[in-house]
């Protein structure tokens, strides 16, 4: 190929249309007079439900339908419990609609379908639904306690869920550390808050009996098969459609939104088009949020900082309900011990039921945890020993020639034992100190302390184990006529630019150019099989899928082409979107190639084949197609991880921190990022810059606030602060690319990458800023102007 | 399996649907707000047209747009030339709009679109066309006369293509004969008269580019083709969805008519749904009819009524244009030696050009005309000779161990030379002479006679080379939670049970029950490749195709199964929706096989999998899936035949005819009929019944016929006779089943089979019942009352 599209700085396809304002999200479907739906939702965290009086609602002018759990038939029941483990007993999952209780404010208890949403909500006003409030517990660690108020009656102490894992002998080791390194650290709960709200639409067909559903999610094949088996339907007869969805982050791939079923239950009964678009509010109260987890960690080291056994104890807050299982924990017990060597491990955790929205995976998912319980660990091991910060992370950091590096006994979130298979961890941290200036560092501090600035360098390193299985797939097909490629996958794009970078992949492999690539993903109809965005996956699991079926498809353009040119195959080379004899300039179309592989016009008629300017690409005597051989230039393939492949990063930054207002600045912020093979720079660090800056909002400003009741406190933005771009500061990004030896692509995944450490990166800058105040180490994210001034009064 | 489906007389899936008038066609697809086209005509058989003025229909209210040829951008082109062929000098299509001239009455001209149909006809009137009218000649044997007026400039005499093809060395052959016999024979117009006429209707996206058109075709694969191809989409933005059609017969394969194509391209250039939904007269004057012949036959025969060589003569109407190419004529001169041995055959036509609606292929596509040409000259020997008519076929007939019989030489329409496969002549004659009482009825008849009655024994033979590549393709996929089974494939039915005949294969091979298939056909969107339903193809090539699928499906599910159920994939037995340890009351349903298939849950948490009840089909180590393996119980295969198969059968009656009354009353009618193995014996009879009941059309009721100046008469269903229940006599159907040994299920065509015989037969017929009476043979269908009385009152 002339120039490689792959690993280029290509402008993503998607962008002009959503910058020109074309983007067709949800709400912009165009559909024959819908009806809107609106929803009772719960005021209180926990209560019983008395009764239910839908009346004054049902009477309303342009109200469609009340539904109560009563009124929802199938869909009356607890949803899917996604992720079994054994670790679980007798897990709790949400209803569509509330029957007799309710567990958290905003769970939905009644829906309303009216002609338009503001009647809607004036009805769903109307109904009077009669609670006996029930007393609540939000807080984690007195939530375990005993005599604390249940969630689930079902639930002593709360506790949904407690494993433990062990890798190497622990208890051995720690017989044998010289120094013992124990802190508590607490991360609170943020919620992903993308940009667009969750949104439903649907249709049904009474009459080929085929319910098409928009949805704003990240997984539209699993809404399919909820839907068909709830619904009774077959999967034939349902369409799913993500169309442009405003972000995602883990929150759209909750699996299942109660009004993700519930408004095209209502389509089918009603026989008219229904949607629902979530409101901010509704997103702070019913849609699904992360993070809050409280670690007890110790580093058992011996006198030179080598860490030879780890223990971790910690609580996970999974909220009213734990759909998605021990996902969450496990990935922070697995990632406990980031990029270090360290031997022996043994964590341990509890998933809490507490009354408030249901916890799944948010960008990071438990990642951003375990960074900040080792990394804030580390930086206090440095410390007691009298250890450099960068020092006692080299000695403990996995070398170039221990990859891969297995911690046996630890289960990933795949099921499978974590195994760092990749990497060049002490080249990143010699970069990031190179870069940041490490070594000069602490003259500068010195001379702006004597200034009465405080300054401080804070670093993370963090691994995170990316695309996971268990697989998905690709269709690829060159068009006849106009050669454009298509490419098909199961999984879907919130924003990500799978569009430019699948097509990347392809346009290599073909030799055509980036923008005649289309990819369309997102609709049942346009592939059947898949799982979903999520884990950092699409770019590992859907681009190798995506990479084999082109290598497909170009074998088979280069056999008919040959054919076609009549030369061997070993001749044929694909560039400038056609087939060339290598060496001169005899040629032939991709298109023509496309045509040529239908068999259309051809066997008609003798006569006809032969008036072709060309020999048709499958000639040969007999039928048109031989035993096996399917028409088209096109191909499917799947792709199915051996197991994660584990990318890795350290982030640093300078920051000043005012002890007076407490403001803290982040003067520089540099990024050392590996996430192998990179398909397009340009989009890997916008992934990054993305990242670190929801890493910000987590790490200064995001806080889901309770009070005592479990009633939101914040659910809006004015009062829940999300970083702008005049708090996020400008990044240094300097890429490393080590191959991941499990795929054909080398490529590792890099969506929730940047957020990880910037919690541990602020807290060690403004813990070192603040040093020669004294005052309390900072082992609580988010750091509130008040934590400072506390920990600076503390002096 | 406990009990067969493939042979069975299963009831048709579809009837109960149909029958309680819920079905689907293309004017009960719900469209938001659709706009309504209707068409400005030529009222001329030839004219040039001087100029178009729309501005008052432009300006008339509720109309929303008007097109002439000089609005239709890529459209005022001439359609493409489906079927290339060398006997062809740059054959004429037609424009989608007429530029310059018309060439038949009934033409489009111009297309208007309102907001309701009513608005769009009084607009179209509005549109003042100036024509200038040119002299005609609509009569066939005229029309290659020299000096006659010319419908193409372009070709000389009218002849549009030129073809003769030769097998064996008939000039020899002939040389040798001892006796000749040389008869005229003629088959008039016709046409398919499909109780729902022709409909479009198109949606287009404008965010996402996709334009969805519901077309009642034959071909919608081809209509996706031809319209991305002409509107510069790419196939993945259309969809093509031919709903429910009521009846096709050829008319709805036309490929392509200009409402096709003008009515998807309105509906993108105005941005709103548009319908065109055909009304009768319209679907006379502008949908494509067929059979005028004029044959010129020679038997050379040795004086024991063997015939040693053939020579036919004739000429072909191709109508105004020629898209199909010489595919009828091309079949009639291929099927003209009929079911005879006669080993040497010189056959040669010309197509012509006349000034009347363009002609493409009707059920039978040029063999009826060939069998009334080979079976009346046959009569014509016996008499000739003295010979019974059953005998001299005997003498003829193609033996046993003949087969297969190739005609080398003989190209039939699938560019391959004519190779009857397989079949019983000889038994299928003597059938029907044994059920019609053959051997008697000489006596019957003489004493008929002496009561002034006079009764008619006619007969006819028929070949059908059936089942035409190139190819078809099939999907087959078991549902996850229901165990339903969907079928895919890409032709698609007008009413001819493919639900039904493709489930019977699929229930079979899988262990389910017929009504547990649903078959999903005509819709671009479930399966993307395939040609066409044509030629009595569907169940031989998607049939299959769908085989060949399913028996891929049964061996994942076999061995998904024993996975499972962890015995050897031989102990499996698939029956009642499950898989059995054979001899054992251990199983697993179908659904439970396709779930397990799809390894999603499983891979998430090895911990999850040893929850399961079964092992995963696919457990294994490593990966969820091996290099090559997908997901689902689901496989796609297709089926390309090697060439066509010979269906074939013999039809016979008994006539009364009253010579006053000219009255023709069937007393008897005997079908003897062999298409292969048969998947439904009911589905079969009810194509050769309904193929017989158009058979008397042709034979007896249905001539388009033209005034001089190329005016239709009679364009409606009061002066054009179509057969309604009181025409069609009871029929006895005798089946033969002489498997095909071209194809896996043994199958051949029966579509078009019923049609073929039933003028040769009925002329057959009442030319005996009137012999007596002397008078002129019957060599001309339909036979009217008038001809009757003519050849009577001719004595």
């Not at 058992?300 to 309900?321: K, M, N, P, Q, S």
């Not at 191909?635 to 640093?652: F, I, K, L, R």
């Not at 000043?656 to 050392?672: G, Q």
Request: charged share 20%; glycine share 10%; with cysteine.
């Amino acid at each position: 190929m002339s120039t490689r599209s792959f690993g280029a700085r290509i402008r993503r396809n998607i962008d002009p249309k959503l910058l020109r304002g074309e983007g067709s999200f949800v709400d912009d479907i165009p559909l024959p007079s819908p009806l809107h739906a609106a929803f009772v939702r719960s005021p209180f965290a926990r209560a019983r439900i008395r009764s239910v009086d839908a009346a004054a609602a049902r009477a309303h002018p342009g109200v469609a339908a009340v539904y109560t759990c009563d009124e929802i038939g199938a869909l009356d029941i607890e949803l899917p419990q996604l992720i079994p483990h054994p670790s679980m007993t007798d897990p709790r999952t949400q209803r569509p609609l509330a029957r007799g209780d309710v567990f958290h404010v905003g769970q939905p208890v009644a829906m309303v379908v009216a002609v338009d949403r503001y009647t809607a909500e004036d009805a769903a006003a109307l109904v009077d639904v009669d609670y006996d409030p029930l007393p609540v517990e939000v807080d984690l660690e007195r939530a375990v306690m005993d005599g604390a108020p249940l969630v689930h009656a079902t639930h002593p102490n709360n506790v949904a869920a407690h494993f433990r894992q062990v890798s190497g002998d622990p208890a051995r080791a720690m017989a044998q550390a010289e120094h013992v390194t124990r802190i508590r650290v607490q991360v609170d709960r943020s919620t992903a808050a993308p940009m667009e709200c969750r949104a439903v639409a649907a249709m049904f067909d009474a009459v080929t009996g085929e319910l098409t559903v928009w949805d704003g999610t990240q997984a539209p094949i699993s809404v399919r098969g909820a839907l068909a088996s709830i619904l009774g339907l077959d999967e034939d007869k349902v369409r799913v459609v993500a169309p442009d969805v405003g972000g995602g982050f883990g929150q759209k791939v909750y699996q299942f939104y109660p009004d993700e079923l519930l408004v095209p239950m209502a389509a089918r009964a009603l026989g008219r088009p229904v949607k629902y678009i979530e409101d901010r509010r509704e997103n702070f109260i019913g849609s699904s949020q992360e993070r809050t987890q409280i670690h007890e960690i110790e580093l058992h080291a011996r006198r030179t900082g080598e860490v030879i056994a780890l223990r971790d104890l910690f609580l996970h807050d999974t909220g009213a309900f734990i759909p998605y299982g021990i996902a969450i924990p496990q990935v922070a017990s697995t990632s406990i011990a980031g990029a270090y060597r360290i031997p022996n491990i043994e964590v341990e955790f509890r998933c809490v039921y507490t009354p408030t929205v249901p916890v799944t995976p948010y960008r990071g998912c438990g990642r951003p945890q375990a960074t900040f319980a080792i990394e804030r660990a580390l930086d206090q091991l440095a410390e007691e020993l009298g250890l450099d910060r960068f020092e006692v992370r080299r000695r403990n950091l996995v070398a170039d020639h221990e990859f891969p590096l297995l911690r046996s006994g630890l289960l990933f979130a795949d099921g499978l034992p974590v195994s760092l298979d990749s990497g060049q961890y002490h080249r990143a941290l010699a970069l990031l100190a190179e870069r940041l200036g490490a070594a000069g560092f602490a003259e500068e501090q010195e001379l702006a302390r004597g200034q009465g600035r405080y300054l401080g360098l804070g670093l993370a390193f963090y691994v995170e184990g990316t695309g996971l299985g268990p697989y998905e797939g690709g269709h690829v097909r060159v068009h006849p006529i106009t050669g454009k490629v298509y490419v098909n996958t199961g999984l879907t794009s919130q924003g990500q630019g799978h569009d430019t970078v699948f097509a990347q992949i392809v346009a290599d492999q073909l030799g055509v150019a980036v923008e005649d690539v289309i990819v369309v993903e997102g609709d049942t109809k346009a592939f059947d099989w898949g799982v979903a965005t999520f884990a950092s996956r699409a770019a590992v699991v859907s681009g190798n899928a995506i990479h084999q079926s082109a290598a497909l498809v170009r074998a088979k353009a280069i056999a008919a082409a040959a054919n076609m040119l009549e030369v061997d195959a070993e001749a044929i080379d694909l560039r400038e979107g056609a087939a060339w004899v290598r060496g001169t300039n005899r040629h032939v179309s991709l298109a023509a190639v496309a045509t040529a592989t239908n068999p259309l016009r051809y066997a008609f008629n003798e006569a006809a084949k032969a008036a072709t300017q060309f020999a048709p690409a499958s000639r040969h005597d007999g039928p048109a197609l031989r035993p096996g051989e399917h028409p088209g230039l096109e191909a499917t393939d799947y792709y199915s991880p051996p197991c994660a492949t584990w990318a890795y990063g350290v982030h640093g930054g300078l920051f000043e921190v005012d002890p007076v207002t407490c403001a803290v600045k982040v003067l520089r912020y540099v990024c050392v990022h590996d996430c192998g093979t990179m398909i397009n720079p340009t989009i890997v660090e916008g992934q990054v810059l993305g990242g670190i800056a929801q890493g910000f909002g987590g790490a200064l400003y995001e806080r889901i606030e309770f009070d005592e009741d479990g009633n939101p406190i914040n659910a809006n933005f004015v009062d829940f602060l999300i970083p702008y771009a005049t708090e996020v500061p400008p990044v240094e990004i300097l890429h490393l690319e080590t191959p991941s030896p499990l795929n054909p692509l080398g490529v590792k995944g890099v969506g929730e990458a940047g957020c990880i450490p910037v919690g541990a990166v602020v807290a060690s800058g403004i813990e070192d800023a603040l040093r020669p105040l004294g005052g309390a180490p900072f082992r609580h994210v988010p750091i509130t102007p008040s934590m400072i001034h506390a920990a600076v009064a503390g002096t």
